[in-house]
């Protein structure tokens, strides 16, 4: 018997690209391809640490008054809107595919996130929430004594 070791990546991977083939299915509008009335939802990672927990969200295009971040009951919510370019009349645009619209990515922190301990970053078109551990959770080193 052959074990196979089980990627958790390629099945978010998978359940990402069925989401995106039927946000395209579902948003297209009668034009066909390059529709400005798609939803956009914005791309998220998110790790953990021995410290805490990094969520890192694509917001390409904004600025941090485009977007809010919130905390309530247990839940961090990043929401917000990018907003379509202006086009003047004198443009000649062949193609659109950049999405935008208004967004809700929404959490629910592990029980040993340290809630009063969030800190956000925003550079580059990319916000990086930092939320710490409560130290209790923390791994501790436990010290063995001789008894002489």
């Known amino acids: 018997m052959n074990l196979i070791r089980w990627k958790p990546g390629e099945l978010y991977s998978l359940r990402r690209n069925v989401d995106r083939m039927f946000d395209s299915l579902w ?3 009668d034009g066909g391809e390059g529709t400005d ?3 956009w939802t914005p791309s998220v990672d998110i790790a953990e640490t021995e ?3 990094v969520i ?3 917001l390409p295009g904004m600025n ?3 977007f809010d971040i919130s905390f309530s009951n247990g839940r961090l919510a990043i929401s917000g809107e990018r ?4 086009r003047t009349g004198k443009d000649n645009v062949h193609r659109i595919e950049r999405l935008y619209g208004k967004f ?3 959490f629910d922190l592990p029980q040993d996130a340290d809630t009063a301990r969030i800190d956000a970053m925003y550079k580059d078109g990319v916000l990086t929430l930092t939320i710490g551990k409560a130290e209790e959770a ?3 080193q436990i010290s063995v004594k001789v008894h002489a």
Request: cysteine-free; aromatic content about 4%; overall charge positive.
């Open 56 to 58: 890192s969200a694509d």
């Open 138 to 140: 923390k791994p501790k």
């Open 104 to 106: 809700t990515r929404s």
């Open 64 to 66: 941090k008054e485009d």
């Open 37 to 39: 009335s798609a939803i």
């Open 83 to 86: 907003k379509a370019e202006n």
């Open 51 to 53: 410290n805490g927990y």
């Open 27 to 29: 948003n297209q509008s």
